[in-house]
């Protein structure tokens, strides 16, 4: 049974920092690229950060791309998101999931972990 939990996000002041980490159990964790997710109050779910499975190819959304770092550790099944120097717009709820061709595979999400930048 697949499970996903997110877990490290808080209240943060602008241009502060947050790890988040993702718990996975279930599937074969090493054989599937990775992603992080947000969703933010009325808006629809966006892709913020997607990592393959062995770590050689990583991308982030054009909206974090150079403050947000992706990375894995397979050998413990967990994900993580580094956020830096972040931002009032980086304040969602953000989850972890593997990406498919044609969705995620985890399709009823885990708790997610909210993120909150405000001064």
């Known amino acids: 049974q697949v499970r996903l939990v997110e877990s490290g996000g808080g209240l943060v002041q602008p241009g502060e920092s947050l790890r988040l980490s993702c718990k996975a159990s279930g599937f074969n964790f090493d054989s599937f690229a990775m992603g992080w997710y947000r969703q933010a109050a009325g808006k629809e779910r966006e892709l913020v950060a997607t990592?393959?499975?062995?770590?050689?190819?990583?991308y982030e959304a054009p909206s974090v791309s150079g403050r947000f770092i992706i990375s894995r550790d397979n050998a413990r099944n967990m994900l993580y998101l580094q956020m830096n120097s972040l931002k009032p717009e980086d304040t969602a709820v953000y989850y972890c999931?593997?990406?498919?061709?044609?969705?995620?595979?985890?399709?009823?999400w885990g708790p997610g972990a909210q993120v909150t930048v405000s001064s």
């Open positions: 990592m393959t499975s062995l770590s050689t190819i990583t």
């Open positions: 999931n593997a990406p498919l061709r044609d969705g995620v595979l985890y399709d009823a």
